[in-house]
């Protein structure tokens, strides 16, 4: 039995995973913008730190999927 590798459904777990986590990210960097509360603006400083270090994390765990789709590097802000 092979270790290395994560199972099917434990890579599309992790794929939705990361899918969150990039969101948030997003969500975060474009609302840091629009707060202008300090306190409030630090912790979503805090939570865009935070969340880039455990997309990393997740990242290299994805890397053992039998099968991946294409992670982006940095999350593309969609405005309107």
């Given at each position: 039995m092979n270790t290395?590798?994560?199972a099917p459904h434990e890579s599309m777990e992790l794929h939705?995973?990361?899918n969150f986590k990039t969101?948030?990210?997003a969500?975060?960097?474009l609302m840091?913008?629009?707060v202008f509360d300090q306190e409030l603006k630090a912790l979503m400083q805090k939570d865009v730190i935070?969340?880039?270090q455990q997309i990393?994390?997740?990242q290299a765990i994805?890397?053992?999927a039998p099968f991946q789709a294409p992670v982006p590097n940095s999350p593309t802000p969609i405005t309107h």
């Open positions: 290395q590798t994560l939705e995973a990361l969101l948030c990210l969500k975060s960097k840091q913008g629009l935070q969340s880039a990393a994390e997740l994805y890397a053992r």
